[in-house]
């Protein structure tokens, strides 16, 4: 009698070791790809961080270097000493900070009422953000020019900060999110007797915390970043923002020659406030992003 087994064919063992090593094979080229993008991404930020320790003869010589022969802090000492960086920086600072606080604030709340307030004419408004958005920012600076001349803050902080304190995208994006919030949460706040600012105060706005956190690295990064507007709304240059002043610096306004370690060292100081909100805020994020899935 014959006996029945349940090993698998000779034939199928070398198709099973041909599937593995095209899977190692297809996994290491994919990592090689990402590697070498990664380190194409990088490169320029190595070549700024290099130049900003070199000479100016170094810096001139050798651009593409990344390795500065001699290493010196000649060009930060120069940025804190030779320039009005240190009054940019405080610039930046205070309109950033403002305009981040005002855009989570007021982006919240017109969200909120699109999301949940029944009103005429709501979807129309809804419309006109989202046409907003499509709308390239340098058709709008001789308009808003115009505008800040006509309601006299031109030339000022308020000139700076007020136009910045809402924007079409996040409002869109806290709209969308409010929306994905079951409204059975609201009703046991209002059958409570809560107002309808109480309810999204202190319920609905504490569960969007990972739309907070988006909205509020694009936020800071926007307006930290922010050139276009700084330039048709100020021209003292106790007003300048960092953009402003380094666009400045670039234009050769301390003199003649490449000055490679002085822009480029302004611009690594300049970058480091952004990288931090974006790295302590993104761990926040993702935890949070990954709790709301868990829950669901």
Do not use: C
């Amino acid at each position: 009698m014959a006996v029945l087994t349940d090993r698998p064919p000779v034939a199928a063992k070398p198709a099973r070791r041909r599937r593995a090593r095209r899977s190692l094979v297809s996994r290491v080229l994919g990592y090689a790809t990402l590697i070498f993008f990664g380190l194409v991404f990088l490169y320029p930020f190595v070549i700024q961080l290099g130049n900003s320790f070199k000479t100016e003869p170094d810096a001139a010589a050798n651009p593409l270097s990344p390795i500065p022969d001699p290493l010196t802090l000649a060009g930060f000492e120069r940025i804190f000493a030779g320039t009005n960086f240190p009054l940019w920086l405080g610039n930046s600072l205070l309109v950033t900070v403002l305009v981040t606080v005002g855009r989570v604030f007021f982006d919240s709340l017109a969200g909120y009422a699109l999301a949940r307030l029944r009103f005429r004419g709501r979807s129309w408004l809804f419309a006109m953000v989202v046409a907003v958005m499509a709308v390239p920012p340098v058709v709008l600076l001789i308009p808003k020019f115009l505008v800040l001349n006509q309601l006299g803050i031109y030339n000022s902080y308020s000139g700076l900060i007020v136009p910045l304190l809402a924007d079409a995208a996040g409002v869109f994006i806290m709209k969308q999110f409010f929306e994905s919030i079951p409204v059975s949460v609201e009703e046991a706040a209002r059958i409570d007797g809560a107002s309808v600012f109480r309810t999204f105060w202190s319920v609905v706005l504490p569960m969007a915390k990972p739309a907070l956190i988006t909205l509020t690295i694009l936020s800071f990064q926007g307006s930290w970043n922010e050139f276009p507007h700084s330039l048709v709304a100020v021209q003292d240059p106790d007003l300048f923002t960092l953009p402003r002043g380094l666009a400045d610096l670039v234009s050769g306004s301390l003199g003649k020659g490449s000055q490679y370690p002085l822009k480029l060292g302004a611009a690594l100081l300049a970058t480091i406030p952004v990288a931090i909100i974006f790295v302590v805020f993104q761990r926040y994020f993702v935890r949070d992003a990954n709790d709301g899935s868990d829950k669901g």
